[in-house]
């Protein structure tokens, strides 16, 4: 898998938990289970373009706009409507209960 940052491909660790069967991947620090780009990345990303109105130069807009519409959702199924008016405190608070914020899962 190629991860924003790295010029390689990761070889994705996996390990078998020998109690209960189940993998377990490894991926670098800094990165959302199932995102390519990191986490300080796309929280720029999306400060930029709700404080400015325009993506950060360099910033894949099509990646970029799939993030702002699943913290609009996830901040709303989560934590309510009043979440809506400031995205990016819904956005730390999501962070704070464990939670992907860009997640398309809620």
């Known amino acids: 898998m190629i991860f924003v940052g790295f010029t390689d491909a990761l070889r994705m660790r996996r390990y078998r938990c020998p109690s209960c069967g189940g993998i377990i991947r490894l991926r670098p620090t800094g990165f959302f289970k199932g995102h390519q780009s990191a986490t300080a990345t796309i929280?720029?990303?999306?400060?930029?373009?709700?404080?400015?109105?325009?993506?950060?130069?360099?910033?894949?807009?099509?990646?970029?706009?799939?993030?702002?519409?699943?913290l609009k959702r996830n901040a709303l199924a989560?934590?309510?409507?009043?979440?809506?008016?400031?995205?990016?405190?819904?956005?730390?608070?999501?962070?704070?209960?464990?939670?992907?914020?860009?997640?398309?899962?809620?």
């Open 43 to 70: 929280r720029t990303a999306l400060s930029t373009r709700l404080g400015t109105g325009g993506w950060p130069p360099g910033c894949v807009s099509n990646r970029a706009r799939h993030w702002l519409r699943a």
């Open 78 to 106: 989560v934590l309510g409507v009043p979440a809506l008016t400031d995205l990016m405190a819904a956005f730390d608070q999501l962070l704070d209960l464990g939670r992907t914020p860009v997640s398309r899962a809620v």
